[in-house]
């Protein structure tokens, strides 16, 4: 159900968070985000499918990745 898959998203995106954001800023590098999806979503994604991703999420195009942005994206992802 779309419950479910919203509550997975938020743990995916809590787990995601606290692993790759090594200096504990509270949101993810453009590096750490393409890492994120990379390893655990799209291993086959082209350079240029993640930066097209990147632009899409980084909502207020900061070049960052907060809470909300990845969750977005872990839940668009999970819904293909």
């Given at each position: ?33 393409k ?10 994604a ?21 809470f ?7 839940l668009?992802i999970?819904?293909?």
């Amino acid at each position: 159900t779309m419950k479910m898959i919203k509550m997975f998203a938020f743990l995916q995106t809590y787990r995601a968070i606290r692993k790759l954001d090594k200096d504990k800023k509270g949101f993810l590098s453009r590096i750490e985000f393409k890492r994120l999806i990379q390893e655990n979503y799209q291993p086959e994604a082209t350079a240029e499918y993640l930066e097209d991703q990147m632009d899409i999420y980084d909502e207020n195009n900061d070049g960052q990745f907060d809470f909300d942005e990845v969750k977005e994206a872990i839940l668009s992802i999970l819904k293909e």
